[in-house]
């Protein structure tokens, strides 16, 4: 079955640089595209991006700013969320989704990680 | 950007009750509209998308139906499982977002 793994939270200081990955697995990751979702821990869900199944083409949230670029590793079934500049409301648990249908599905996730905590600070 | 509320924003209902949430959207979606369950520590789980369409393995007590601006979701007979926060978000295209969520308790 379908199985996402997102690793690399942690805390870090505002102004730094984190990378965050996110393992596929269970489907065939090159026909789908990715997401990256976040959430402050009893709040919200924000939608952070996407990434094309073929890697081509990207989209972002507006607050984002062009501090975050999402990349992968179809070779390694790998999503990444490279995040810049941070500051302290980025802080939230990201979870990487997958689109319930192949290469150009509607835009919603059937499947999602366990969720991995950026906090940023101080 | 397109803008989601939701209402209620908060909701206390007993086993066996119809719920019925609404989420309403700043411009017309069409039809292309979703929504999520979510429970306490746990990653959001696709119930509904495209406003209709059952995402394989929901049961069938959960419906979902409106267009353009306004949609619900329905619970046709509330499961003890069934306690949980519910989201929509659109698919209408970039940048997609969420509604601020409906939280289901037990009265």
């Known amino acids: 079955q379908v199985q996402l793994v997102e690793s690399g939270g942690g805390v870090v200081q505002p102004g730094r640089s984190l990378r965050l990955s996110c393992a596929a697995s269970?489907?065939?990751?090159?026909?789908?595209?990715m997401h990256w979702v976040r959430q402050v821990p009893g709040r919200g869900l924000e939608w952070v991006g996407v990434i094309s199944y073929d890697g081509k083409v990207t989209h972002y949230g507006g607050a984002l700013k062009g501090r975050f670029t999402i990349s992968r590793d179809n070779s390694k079934n790998t999503l990444y969320l490279q995040m810049g500049s941070l500051r302290v409301e980025d802080t939230a648990v990201y979870y990487c989704a997958k689109e319930v249908r192949e290469v150009a599905g509607p835009n919603v996730f059937d499947g999602w990680g366990q969720g991995t905590l950026v906090a940023v600070s101080s | 950007d397109i803008q989601l509320t939701q209402s209620p924003s908060y909701l206390s209902a007993s086993v066996g009750d119809r719920v019925i949430i609404t989420c309403r959207a700043s411009q017309g979606l069409s039809s292309s509209l979703a929504w999520y369950q979510q429970k306490p520590g746990k990653a959001p789980k696709l119930l509904i998308y495209g406003a209709s369409t059952l995402q394989t393995g929901v049961p069938s007590r959960f419906s979902g139906s409106g267009s353009g601006t306004e949609f619900t979701l329905t619970i046709s007979s509330l499961q003890p499982e069934d306690f949980a926060t519910y989201w929509c978000q659109h698919h209408n295209g970039y940048p997609l977002t969420f509604g601020p969520g409906t939280k289901v308790d037990i009265k």
């Open positions: 269970g489907f065939t990751f090159t026909r789908y595209g």
